[in-house]
């Protein structure tokens, strides 16, 4: 596609449940990253894939959170029994090789809201 | 770890103003700086980076130079737009080895110019 696509862009959910986060990247990225930003503040790193592997995944806060990138294109964002803490809105970037100094596309992003 | 502040805002200026937001930054070794920019319903997009000590980025008629002296890289524009309001975020990528595969961002400066 023409850019980085998240869907959806809005997403309530309850306290404890689970939820999906999609990011379709730009065509022929190899590297994939998912950032956190909550209000009032900057994106915060969370995971980093080349191709189909996390290559980095120092940022996710704790095991609640996983992601997978199966053929190194389409990422979903997986977040397991979620808590009202986990509300902000989730970024996606790619770039055409990564990490370090290439620039990073990102997405609109998804606000996730656990109430 | 690494680090990135920032001024806080908002930044409110008349337009053909001069701009100065200010950015700091901790890193171990020498990190490639980036600005980034969110327009309102735009997701992220770079504004211009630097890789390496002295140098500047420069685009739109922004401009920011790499000061290792100091940890800053402040960004500058000298006559600005109502177009130009927006969120400018100040960010680093750890290319040290060592670090993490993502960037580090300040909080952010939402800068408004009236006409």
């Known amino acids: 596609g023409a850019g980085v696509s998240q869907t959806p862009s809005n997403k309530v959910t309850e306290k404890g449940k689970y939820v999906e986060l999609r990011c379709d990247p730009i065509?022929?990225?190899?590297?994939l990253y998912w950032y956190r930003q909550s209000l009032g503040q900057g994106p915060e790193f969370l995971i980093y894939f080349q191709g189909t592997g996390a290559a980095d995944d120092s940022g996710l806060p704790n095991d609640r959170f996983f992601a997978v990138r199966p053929e190194g294109s389409v990422s979903t964002l997986k977040i397991q029994r979620t808590e009202r803490g986990d509300s902000a809105v989730y970024l996606c970037?790619?770039?055409?090789?990564?990490?370090?100094?290439?620039?990073?596309?990102f997405g609109q992003g998804t606000r996730l809201t656990v109430v | 770890g690494n680090s990135v502040t920032q001024m806080e805002g908002p930044v409110t200026l008349s337009e053909e103003a001069f701009l100065t937001i200010n950015c700091t930054y901790t890193?171990?070794?020498?990190?490639?700086l980036f600005w980034y920019v969110q327009y309102p319903g735009e997701g992220l997009q770079l504004l211009l980076k630097a890789t390496k000590a002295d140098d500047k980025g420069s685009n739109k008629g922004f401009e920011a130079t790499y000061r290792k002296e100091t940890t800053s890289f402040h960004l500058e524009k000298g006559s600005v737009q109502v177009s130009d309001s927006a969120v400018y975020f100040c960010a680093l990528s750890d290319d040290s080895g060592g670090g993490a595969d993502g960037l580090t961002f300040g909080k952010g400066t939402h800068l408004i110019i009236q006409p």
């Open positions: 065509s022929g990225h190899t590297a």
């Open positions: 970037a790619s770039s055409l090789i990564g990490p370090k100094n290439t620039e990073a596309f």
């Open positions: 890193a171990t070794g020498y990190p490639s």
